[in-house]
């Protein structure tokens, strides 16, 4: 059984740092691209940042880009997402989510889905 299962999400003030974290089970996941993707009130879900299963190379959304960190340590089975300089608009529900090999920004290319973990940025 496959579990995706996110933690570290919480309240912090605007401009504060947070991380989030999923630990994954049930695959191999050195052979996972992996995915965070956030939802906030009213919005649709949206990509933020990725991972690729071979050499960690990621790909970020524009929005987050030069803020946040995606990292991963395959010994662990965990991916991070290290947020920094936070925005009110930072505020959603971040999911972590599993695709084989190759990263991609939609939602409907990843097989494997966590709970969500609430971020509430502050200002």
């Known amino acids: 059984q496959v579990q995706l299962v996110e933690s570290g999400g919480g309240l912090v003030q605007a401009g504060g740092s947070l991380r989030v974290s999923c630990a994954a089970s049930?695959?191999?996941?050195?052979?996972?691209?992996m995915g965070w993707f956030r939802q906030g009130p009213g919005k649709e879900r949206e990509f933020v940042a990725g991972?690729?299963?071979?050499?960690?190379?990621?790909l970020y959304a524009d929005s987050v880009k030069g803020r946040f960190t995606i990292s991963r340590d395959n010994a662990k089975n965990t991916v991070y997402l290290q947020m920094n300089s936070l925005k009110p608009e930072d505020t959603a529900v971040y999911y972590c989510?599993?695709?084989?090999?190759?990263?991609?920004?939609?939602?409907?290319?990843?097989?494997?889905w966590g709970q969500g973990t609430q971020v509430t940025v502050s200002s």
């Open positions: 049930g695959i191999t996941f050195r052979r996972y691209a």
């Open positions: 991972i690729s299963w071979t050499d960690g190379s990621p």
């Open positions: 989510a599993a695709r084989l090999y190759v990263v991609g920004k939609m939602p409907n290319e990843y097989s494997y």
